[in-house]
């Protein structure tokens, strides 16, 4: 996960907690109102978002799991579709639905989800709901899961314009993926219109640092980083990719010179002031000619995971 995605993680975080306040509000008017049993649905799906945004930050870089997903989603859910049904006021915990879908879900999760679930909640609304008072509830819906996408979508091209305008990662300093997938481009070009070989190193940073802060966690990557860069040649570049794994493009070099550069590499990681990167993951990869650019990032991820 690069630090453009901790960052959009400690804001959505923030906005749980301001949505667990108005949660909180609602608890109260539940009691007043005399309506328990919905203030008790509301307090527990208060009471999960504050510890899942709590935990986003103090569990490192690890996620929290998936297990908000199988409580505050479900329940604000089956409280709209009930709602829905029933044809009372539990609908509107429908519009807080699309909100945490958004949140809690990846972009392309979201958008699946949403969708599917309105044209189930449409079909209960209509089928339940007077004509009158179906109108400002399905218009209400549909500005909420409208806004919720838009947010999303919003965000989501936000991150991918900023990683094609900077190519450079600015935690390690070193080239992004975006410039990885470019400069890799040109020098598969290059091989296969002078029968050349390319070689590609790849170098997985330790399991165990997942466990650490943001901070931390960054910190030591920019050490990493520097260690790599003081093994490449001219010739060598070396890219963070988006999953954290590093790649070093080493053209003009054989399999043996690769060989020995990962050897290198190996030597300087030896007497790191950090004992875990003598294990180090890492491997060779080699370009087959007509292959795709997203296929080699695929086939270096593999190979990793194979190591």
Known sequence: MNSDHMKLHRVKGTYLLLIAAGLGLLVILDIVSGQGQQALMTLACAVVLVVYALLMPLRGRRPPGV?????????????????????????????????????????????????????????????????????????????????????????????????????????????????????????????????DELYLVGVRPPQIWNDLGADDYERRLNYLAGQLRSCLKKTDTCYRLDSDDFVLLTPHSSAEETDVFMTKVSEVLAHSEYSELQRLKMCRTSHVPGEEVDAMVQKIGESLNAV
């Open 67 to 195: 297990w908000p997903l199988l409580t505050a989603l479900p329940l604000t859910a089956g409280a709209g579709f009930y709602g829905a049904i029933s044809a009372d006021l539990s609908v509107i915990w429908s519009f807080l639905f699309c909100g945490l879908a958004v949140f809690l879900l990846s972009f392309r999760q979201a958008c699946l989800l949403i969708p599917l679930y309105s044209l189930v909640w449409l079909i209960a609304v209509l089928g339940n709901f007077p004509a009158m008072a179906a109108a400002p509830v399905i218009f209400t819906y549909s500005i909420c899961a409208v806004l919720a996408l838009s947010y999303a979508w919003v965000n989501e091209t936000n991150l991918r314009n900023l990683s094609a305008v900077a190519n450079t990662d600015p935690v390690t300093m070193v080239y992004n993926q975006y410039q990885f997938t470019l400069d890799l481009g040109r020098e598969m070009t290059r091989a296969e219109r002078l029968m």
